[in-house]
């Protein structure tokens, strides 16, 4: 995050840090990163929000909801491969799928969304139409129910 260049930049952080993790950031400059430690369910649309970009760089999750839930904000994306993002976003037109470990793919991104804010602002309506082609809970439940009923009636 350092690399990156912009002058109003600030990395939050959401979530509990491991104690490796903090031995790890021993001796980095974290001048422009807040660990926010855990953060209320209720606040975290504010959050996404206001947020110009969400990484999610883990090697390896299931569907990570955090994604989704950025993404209804109306906040683009970058995440790894292997989080379930392969089935959220298309990669360029609601945010950016990259390799996992490639600080410099996450880096490249990050720059372009904030040298490009068109690009970003475009990026985050098409996430939050995405989202909302997807549908909320009330179809799931009423698409559930049609696969029981043509599961059990002859």
């Not at 839930?69 to 970058?78: D, F, K, L, R, Y």
Request: with cysteine; charged share 20%; proline share 3%.
């Amino acid at each position: 995050f350092q690399r990156f260049s912009h002058p109003n930049k600030e990395l939050l952080v959401i979530g509990n840090i491991s104690a490796e993790v903090k031995s790890l950031l021993n001796g980095e400059s974290l001048e422009h990163v807040r660990f926010m430690g855990q953060v209320a369910n209720a606040s975290l649309p504010d959050i996404y929000s206001s947020s110009h970009v969400f990484v999610l760089s883990s090697i390896e999750e299931g569907l990570a909801m955090v994604q989704g839930e950025a993404m209804a904000c109306g906040c683009p994306v970058i995440a790894t491969q292997h989080t379930g993002a392969e089935d959220l976003i298309t990669n360029g037109i609601e945010g950016f799928i990259v390799p996992i470990r490639s600080t410099e793919d996450i880096l490249a991104r990050i720059q372009q969304l904030a040298d490009e804010p068109h690009l970003r602002n475009q990026l985050g309506e098409n996430a939050l139409e995405k989202v909302k082609s997807l549908g909320g809970w009330d179809q799931y439940g009423g698409q559930y129910i049609q696969v029981i009923k043509s599961l059990t009636i002859d």
